[in-house]
C-alpha cells in the first residue's frame, strides 16, 4: 500500500471515529459511554482492516 493510500484510510478512520462520537453525542449518552462506543468501532474497523489487508496480501 503507497503512502497516499495509508494517510487517506488514516484520515477516513479518523473521520468515522469522529462521526460516530458526535452520533452518541447526539443521543444523549454520557461523555463515558461516548468513548466506550468510539473504542468499540475502533476495535472493529482495525480488525476489519487487518483481515482485509491480510487477504490483499
Known amino acids: 500500500m ?7 484510510a488514516i484520515i477516513s478512520v479518523l473521520g468515522s471515529l469522529f462521526l460516530v462520537t458526535r452520533n452518541y453525542s447526539s443521543l444523549g449518552l454520557s ?4 468513548v466506550k462506543m468510539a473504542l468499540i468501532w475502533a ?3 482495525l480488525v476489519g482492516s487487518l483481515v482485509i489487508s491480510h487477504l490483499a496480501g
Open 31 to 34: 461523555m463515558n459511554q461516548t
Open 2 to 8: 503507497s503512502t497516499t493510500a495509508q494517510i487517506v
Open 43 to 45: 476495535v472493529i474497523i
